[in-house]
């Protein structure tokens, strides 16, 4: 899927080209539990009778149409030859397709189709003669050659980056306030931030939580969404935050850094967003 849009002089395809996903893991209805209303399952011919009909249907079209989809690309990549090797003894379902396709007798295993193509001959290239310089003038250059710092902001004080550090707590303020310890644990197992930065970092999720603003969000009534996206005119806006309340809908933007009058002005683009929607629409920005 990602040769889309590009050609190779030669396309080799060695190990067919199967039409089942074999390890594909799917939920089902599950009713023997009341709490447990789904199951994953693998879905396998021993399998299949478990599945309710319309999901099991819909699952085969999403495989036969992702077959064809990738068999056509494979076959409309190549420039100058096209290669394609299958089981004689236990072909698939693209062997099979071909073996139809060319009418292939039991004892016909190949099919050649057009003429090679040899590669061209390039002739020989007069290349233009370069002055020679003398190797005093070399060392003169050579000793004049800077080398480029790009190290991050900070990199040499063991701290962080301004903009790494920003986007990795918006990362972990991206789940909600129960999962965002957790968050934070895997960004420190990933090696992103250091011992020091993730106490730092978890101080600040404490600082947070203790906001009058984020409130309503320990509250069971209230629905939050969590970077959803809002269209207004031609632009696409994407709050940190939004919940909604029985008395209103709060809009939060979490930012880092210094106050700018952008943050602000981008805010307001969010409560112009869901005016259309909501009467009673209030904006908190945090800085972090």
Do not use: C
């Not at 050649?112 to 250059?141: C, L, M, T, Y």
């Not at 404490?206 to 009058?212: E, Q």
Request: charged share 30%.
């Amino acid at each position: 899927h990602k040769s889309k849009g590009l050609e190779f002089e030669h396309v080799i395809v060695p190990f067919g080209i199967d039409d089942k996903n074999r390890d594909a893991e799917y939920w089902i209805p599950f009713d023997l539990h009341d709490e447990l209303q789904r199951i994953p399952i693998t879905k396998t011919e021993k399998t299949e009778k478990l599945f309710p009909e319309e999901q099991l249907s819909a699952i085969k079209n999403e495989e036969n149409f992702d077959w064809i989809n990738l068999i056509y690309v494979t076959l409309t990549r190549s420039v100058r030859g096209l290669h394609i090797f299958v089981d004689g003894e236990k072909p698939d379902s693209f062997g099979k397709a071909l073996r139809g396709y060319f009418e292939l007798s039991e004892g016909q295993h190949s099919v050649s189709i057009g003429k090679p193509v040899p590669p061209e001959e390039k002739g020989a290239i007069n290349k233009p003669a370069f002055a020679k310089f003398d190797s005093d003038g070399v060392q003169a250059r050579m000793s004049r050659l800077m080398l480029a710092d790009t190290a991050p902001e900070h990199w040499y004080e063991g701290k962080a980056d301004p903009r790494q550090w920003g986007s990795a707590l918006h990362h972990v303020l991206e789940h909600s306030s129960a999962q965002q310890g957790r968050a934070l644990e895997r960004l420190y197992r990933s090696g992103k931030f250091s011992e020091s930065l993730h106490k730092e970092a978890e101080e600040v999720l404490r600082s947070i939580g203790d906001r009058i603003e984020l409130g309503p969000i320990q509250k069971n009534s209230t629905i939050v969404y969590v970077e959803r996206t809002l269209a207004n005119k031609a632009k696409v806006l994407r709050p940190d935050l939004i919940m909604s309340t029985e008395s209103e809908v709060r809009i939060v933007d979490y930012k880092t850094g210094q106050e700018k009058p952008e943050h602000q002005k981008q805010v307001d683009e969010y409560s112009q967003a869901l005016g259309n929607i909501f009467e009673q629409i209030e904006q908190s920005i945090i800085y972090v």
